[in-house]
């Protein structure tokens, strides 16, 4: 997922509803996920912003930025790939828990207001590295995101020292174990 996101930001294009739905995932054979519906995408050079009072987005996964209705790029597109990697990599639980008719306030609040819980609370054996740079995903602050590439290079590296320690390691498309 990360690495379609950074692909399409190398090219000029922000997808802008980066969520769990819009990943697709092969039912056997190599597992390469893609990223689907582009239908809100734009290039990243285009300055129309988001119409006053709509939002940008599927709201659990949209920026602060494009909750407060302001215009939204890559950095949005970061957010959303961080909180669809949280839901992937806690078993489904989301960055901002919220329910109910005052969800989007609520939503808005507690980005505002509170980091997302830690990964260790539903996923324990996430890498260190991975959870730290996917909170700074989720920052309030937009240049406080890392790029796409950043964090496809920390997802590679982790799991390279997965790899390593379970005796196999990867090279290209293949894995060989010792």
Not at 6 to 33: E, F, I, M, Q, T
Not at 69 to 79: A, R
Not at 113 to 138: H, I, K, W
Request: proline share 10%.
């Amino acid at each position: 997922v990360s690495r379609c996101v950074w692909h399409a930001h190398r090219y000029g294009v922000l997808h802008r509803d980066v969520k769990p739905a819009n990943v697709l995932l092969p039912r056997s054979g190599r597992p390469a996920a893609k990223v689907s519906d582009f239908g809100m995408a734009r290039l990243a050079d285009v300055t129309a912003g988001t119409p006053p009072g709509s939002i940008m987005g599927t709201p659990r996964f949209a920026s602060p930025e494009a909750l407060a209705g302001e215009t939204t790029g890559p950095p949005h597109d970061v957010y959303g790939l961080a909180a669809t990697l949280y839901v992937l990599l806690t078993g489904g639980r989301v960055p901002y828990p919220v329910a109910g008719e005052t969800s989007l306030a609520q939503l808005r609040r507690l980005q505002a207001t509170s980091p997302p819980a830690p990964f260790r609370l539903d996923a324990p054996d996430v890498d260190a590295v991975v959870e730290s740079v996917l909170l700074e995903g989720l920052a309030g602050n937009p240049e406080a995101r890392p790029s796409p590439g950043r964090i496809v290079r920390t997802l590679e590296r982790a799991q390279a020292r997965l790899l390593a320690s379970a005796g196999t390691y990867a090279r290209g498309d293949v894995s060989v174990s010792r």
